[in-house]
């Protein structure tokens, strides 16, 4: 039987890279295969840097103010 954990987090915004180096390095450290994450603050301009940082796969939904965005982080 294969198991997966699952993680859901509202991090309030990841635009600061000391915040985001932070969060994806606890990230790695955790065994959790999806990550749900709400309040991201993201925009598309983001994704490139989101994506190489994570080193998996990302779907964004960016939203339209600052107080939106999800993300699905997938190893």
């Given at each position: 039987?294969?198991?997966i954990?699952?993680?859901?987090?509202?991090?309030?915004?990841?635009?600061?890279?000391?915040?985001r180096?932070?969060?994806?390095?606890w990230?790695?450290?955790?065994?959790?295969?999806?990550i749900?994450?709400?309040?991201?603050?993201?925009?598309?301009?983001?994704?490139?840097?989101?994506?190489?940082?994570?080193?998996g796969?990302?779907?964004?939904?960016?939203?339209?103010?600052?107080?939106?965005?999800?993300?699905?982080?997938?190893?």
């Amino acid at each position: 039987m294969n198991n997966i954990e699952i993680v859901s987090l509202n991090i309030r915004d990841l635009g600061d890279y000391v915040k985001r180096k932070e969060v994806f390095y606890w990230f790695h450290k955790h065994s959790a295969g999806i990550i749900f994450l709400q309040e991201t603050h993201s925009s598309e301009s983001m994704e490139k840097i989101w994506c190489t940082k994570w080193g998996g796969d990302i779907y964004f939904a960016h939203g339209e103010t600052n107080l939106r965005g999800v993300a699905i982080l997938v190893k």
